[in-house]
């Protein structure tokens, strides 16, 4: 298995002064799957949203492949490193079509043969604020499929399955769980954290193991 690892050391992020995520430590071995669960506002999504530096308070030391991001260039070569799903995928302010946003994975014929897979294929030519909130979560699950190709060695997903049926849940998971890759994922799918190797709860901005 593939992959890159992950090391969190004392990390914690604000909402101006509110303490979203308080005194994280987390370490996810390379190729390794990894659930993280907990109720909304417990800091889940702005601590992935941390790694990838899309929230900037941020303190403590977050390493990726044994690589910190502190200058622009090495920000830049994180975020190629790290496949992203949003929880809450935007369309774009302005008509962007699914297909560029498949070929902003960096390997727009495997995002394609994804999409296709994922039954969206033939969608590409559409505008993504067309697109059901089901076809858009598949289109950048296919877009995290050709940013893996294109290199990535981490997965960062958050909810992936929310907008999906029972059984898009589970075609989602098979695809996300066979790629070789370190996955971190936000899920409230049960069945989908319980195929990670652990489960991790968030509660209050603070990390645990599940039980």
Same mark, same amino acid.
């Given at each position: 298995?593939?992959?890159? /690892?992950?090391?969190?050391?004392?990390?914690? !992020?604000?909402?101006?002064?509110?303490d979203?995520? $308080? /005194?994280?430590?987390?370490?996810?071995?390379?190729?390794?799957?990894?659930?993280?669960?907990?109720?909304?506002?417990?800091?889940?999504?702005?601590? +992935?949203?941390?790694?990838?530096?899309l929230?900037?308070?941020? /303190?403590?030391?977050?390493?990726?492949?044994?690589?910190q991001?502190r200058?622009?260039? %090495? *920000?830049? *070569?994180?975020? $190629?490193? !790290?496949a *992203?799903?949003?929880?809450?995928?935007?369309?774009?302010?302005?008509?962007?079509?699914?297909?560029?946003? +498949?070929?902003?994975?960096?390997?727009? =014929? /495997?995002?394609?043969?994804a999409?296709?897979?994922?039954?969206?294929?033939?969608? =590409?030519?559409?505008?993504?604020?067309?697109?059901?909130?089901?076809?858009?979560?598949?289109?950048?699950?296919?877009?995290?499929?050709?940013?893996?190709a294109?290199?990535?060695?981490?997965?960062?997903?958050? %909810?992936?399955?929310?907008?999906?049926?029972?059984?898009?849940?589970?075609?989602?998971?098979?695809?996300?769980?066979?790629?070789?890759?370190?996955?971190?994922?936000?899920?409230?799918?049960?069945?989908? =954290?319980?195929? !990670? %190797?652990?489960?991790?709860?968030?509660?209050?901005?603070? +990390?645990r193991?599940?039980?």
């Amino acid at each position: 298995m593939g992959g890159l /690892d992950l090391r969190m050391r004392q990390v914690g !992020c604000r909402h101006g002064r509110v303490d979203a995520v $308080r /005194d994280v430590d987390l370490d996810v071995a390379a190729g390794e799957h990894v659930a993280l669960t907990g109720t909304n506002g417990s800091g889940k999504s702005t601590l +992935l949203r941390a790694l990838l530096g899309l929230h900037r308070a941020v /303190d403590g030391e977050i390493g990726v492949g044994g690589r910190q991001a502190r200058t622009a260039a %090495e *920000w830049a *070569w994180r975020r $190629r490193a !790290c496949a *992203w799903i949003p929880q809450k995928p935007a369309a774009g302010r302005f008509p962007l079509l699914a297909g560029e946003l +498949l070929a902003s994975s960096g390997a727009v =014929a /495997d995002a394609l043969d994804a999409a296709g897979k994922l039954g969206v294929g033939q969608l =590409a030519d559409r505008p993504l604020h067309t697109l059901s909130g089901g076809q858009l979560q598949r289109m950048h699950l296919a877009r995290a499929v050709g940013c893996v190709a294109a290199g990535a060695g981490l997965l960062l997903a958050d %909810e992936p399955t929310a907008a999906l049926d029972f059984a898009g849940q589970e075609e989602a998971a098979d695809l996300l769980l066979s790629l070789p890759v370190t996955l971190v994922v936000v899920t409230h799918d049960r069945a989908l =954290a319980d195929r !990670c %190797e652990r489960v991790l709860e968030m509660a209050a901005g603070r +990390l645990r193991e599940a039980v």
